[in-house]
């Protein structure tokens, strides 16, 4: 394997320590948003191991096989869209920091990888001066055509040079859903730290794997997704970056998430009890002990099993399979339970895809309307975290007699909406 694309950590990238422990393996698997134009079809796309490994020193949970970004830059690839069905929450989340810390009108809010900007329209709306940083070209482009200042850019320490000079120090760093996307995650933080005022604060939306793993939530897991974290991790990074974790609160996007909102250390807040509530419920459901993870491994083998034999006896009666829903999870969903030979292809509801070969095994992607006109037997709801919604957006197939398979939590086979 050429190392330039693929490098493995055999320390703790947090501590340092070398007492790291694979606690799963999955299937090896492609870049899991690498979904190919028609005319790269052909290409071959690499697989690389997948795998999550646990400091047993300070209990941070990550991938320690580390595929270098730029391969998913890669020219073949469909642009990734935004990020749907957030924008609505955007409006609450913005409005709930602005009330609980009584931020004035015109404080800075840096939004860290802000794509289109929804988030920074939400606290404009509020009397806020915003700014993002988005390393995408094309969505910061159009964030900035929006009126929503966007600098094109990865959040480096020169980057942060530049804001200091040209805005000042940030009363509000936001980082959504992509805190766990980033390689040197201490470096990160510690730049955070530096543009942060006396009195900002600095608020993360990530996963929350000890929520998504209730409900055999496996397929969060990516190679872009290089941490998952508890608050007891978060906790110590902060700590060891020059800041200081003031509350942590549990939210419900992406089958499980949490807010977390810190300070500079000395900051003048109060450090809230949810903070050690959350360390310590984390501490008795063993999130740091390797054994967790060894019995999760077994629920996901054996829902595995269970959904191959379902779908050995489906195909074997010479019924038709398809599979819905097309994103980094069910790229790891399709490898890891080996799902491909199954289906015919797949549909979405994002027209970005449209036209496009899932990765690896470039299965073609349609439009969802496809299922009406082509009526095949059975389809797989590869984005089971959206059951319900795809089911009822899909009630008029399901009517007309076609079956869906809900892989997870519980293996379900839906032919009629209760
Ligand atoms: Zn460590």
New binding site residues.
């Given amino acids: 394997m050429n190392n330039k694309v693929l490098r493995h950590d055999t320390y703790?990238?947090?501590?340092?320590?070398e007492?790291i422990k694979t606690v799963l393996r999955l299937e090896d698997t492609p870049l899991e948003d690498q979904f190919l134009r028609e005319e790269y079809k052909e290409q071959k796309q690499p697989v690389y191991p997948l795998e999550l490994a646990l400091?047993e020193?300070?209990?941070?949970l990550h991938l320690p096989y580390i595929v270098n970004p730029e391969a998913s830059y890669a020219d073949y690839v469909y642009e990734s869209s935004v990020t749907v069905g957030l924008r609505n929450h955007y409006d609450d989340y913005a409005r709930q920091i602005v009330d609980d810390f009584k931020l004035v009108k015109d404080s800075l809010v840096v939004d860290l990888g802000s794509n289109d900007g929804s988030m920074l329209a939400s606290f404009k709306k509020t009397g806020m001066r915003v700014l993002g940083v988005e390393p995408a070209s094309a969505i910061a482009t159009q964030a900035n055509q929006n009126d929503l200042p966007t600098i094109n850019d990865f959040f480096t320490e020169n980057v942060v040079s530049n804001i200091l000079q040209e805005h000042g120090k940030a009363n509000v760093v936001t980082a959504n859903y992509m805190y766990a996307n980033i390689d040197d995650v201490m470096s990160f933080t510690r730049s955070v730290a530096k543009l942060l005022s006396e009195d900002g604060i600095f608020v993360i939306q990530t996963g929350y794997h000890p929520e998504q793993m209730k409900i055999k939530m496996f397929d969060y897991i990516y190679h872009e997704h290089f941490s998952y974290f508890t608050v007891r991790v978060l906790n110590n990074i902060f700590n060891l970056c020059g800041l200081e974790l003031i509350q942590a609160i549990n939210i419900s996007p992406k089958g499980g998430s949490i807010r977390v909102i810190g300070q500079l250390k000395g900051g003048g807040r109060k450090v809230d009890s949810s903070v050690s509530m959350l360390i310590e419920k984390e501490n008795k459901y063993g999130m740091h002990d390797s054994s967790v993870y060894e019995t999760f491994a077994e629920e996901i083998q054996a829902a595995k099993n269970k959904l191959l034999v379902e779908l050995n006896a489906i195909k074997s009666t010479g019924k038709r399979i398809v599979g819905i829903g097309g994103s980094h999870s069910t790229t790891t969903l399709t490898y890891h339970f080996e799902l491909s030979p199954f289906m015919e292809y797949i549909v979405d509801d994002n027209s970005l895809k449209h036209g496009s070969y899932s990765p690896g095994y470039h299965l073609p992607v349609y439009p969802t309307k496809k299922l009406h006109d082509d009526m095949p037997d059975y389809v797989i709801v590869l984005a089971w975290q959206h059951g319900n919604s795809i089911l009822n957006k899909h009630k008029e197939v399901l009517d007309k007699g076609i079956s869906f398979i809900l892989p997870l939590p519980e293996l379900q086979i839906i032919d009629e909406l209760s």
């Fill in positions: 703790c990238r947090i501590c340092s320590s007492k400091c020193d300070c209990g941070y």
